[in-house]
């Protein structure tokens, strides 16, 4: 009875281990099994990590492979060192890193579980790997809808890639396009003309935007402007990222913004340097979240082992 009570304990946590991947179908074969979990896809970044989820319930130790196969490869190889996974299973990851993803396009990953003479082989995940990016949106302008709130006015380029738009504001000429000076995202597609009204935080101050569109991975385009913007020297957001300072000149610098109606200064594209992604979204982990039906099958698992101890200890007392 204490040997079978053991082995459930020694169940337990790997029976969790499978509900993280709930909702999905492990790949197993005998008493084997291995899930991966699909990356965000597309992306614009050429490392990633690779979670997959291994167990045995013979309690042996798993060895897994990571292989991946690119949009130029004949074949899946496999990268990276064999892994070993501790008895009876666990979690691990497959590192990928910019020597394996060196092109644009889409890359093909699965893993192989191996314990004692069982080998289970889990699904096939896609990443779409992309870097091109989005055209500079175009006929900006900004006026004053009321002594309160500018309007900004703009269309994005006819290129098949813009998911989005960001606005950026600040009240000195010259700011950083981040996280920081980000004060709206529209949600918008390609060749489509918009208007976003965008109160003053002072009414008694003048303000001077940049806006820029970004595709489904990330990537993003030129920035374009109240007066001339350029781009000068690097700086660095609240994420940790490298970012352009974008230096915004005001008319008394010469470029001509005028209440009413503005002149649109568009980036120069010639040797610009843009690095890092200016989302300005604040990096973190966030926390896992699992639909009901997960949360009330682990409660079922724990009653079912509940139940079939008491039972077990019942017998023995009789």
Known sequence: MLKQLKKLLFLLPLMVLTLVFAGRVLAAAGDVSVDIET????????????????????????????????????????????????????????????????????????????????????????????????????DYSKSLANSCQYKIHFKTADDGQTTKVEIYRSESTTFTADGGTRVATITIGPNTEHDAY????DCNKDYYFVIRAFDSAGNGSGLVGDSLVTVTAAGTTEAGSTTPAIVVLSAEQGTGLEEGG??????????????????????????????????????????????YVFKKVKAARA
């Not at 009876?88 to 396009?105: A, F, I, K, W």
């Not at 966030?286 to 079922?300: D, S, T």
């Open 262 to 307: 503005a002149e649109a200064g568009q980036l120069p594209t010639e040797g610009e340097t843009v690095t890092g992604e200016t989302q300005g979204t604040i990096l973190g982990t966030e926390a896992v979240k699992y639909p009901w039906w997960v949360w009330l099958g682990f409660i079922l698992l724990l009653l079912a082992i509940a139940a």
């Open 39 to 138: 990356p965000k896809t597309p992306t614009r970044h050429n490392s990633l990590t690779i979670n997959f989820v291994t167990l045995d319930i013979q309690g042996r130790a798993i060895t897994v492979k990571c292989y991946k196969k690119g949009p130029s490869d004949g074949g899946f190889t496999q990268f990276g060192a064999d892994l070993a996974i501790s008895a009876g299973g666990n979690t691990d990851n497959c590192d990928v890193t910019g020597s394996l993803m060196n092109q644009t396009g889409t890359y093909q990953f699965y893993v192989i579980a191996t314990a004692g003479g069982d080998t289970a082989t889990s699904q096939t995940v896609s990443v779409d790997y992309n870097t091109d990016g989005p055209s500079t949106p175009t």
């Open 198 to 201: 965008l109160d003053k935080p």
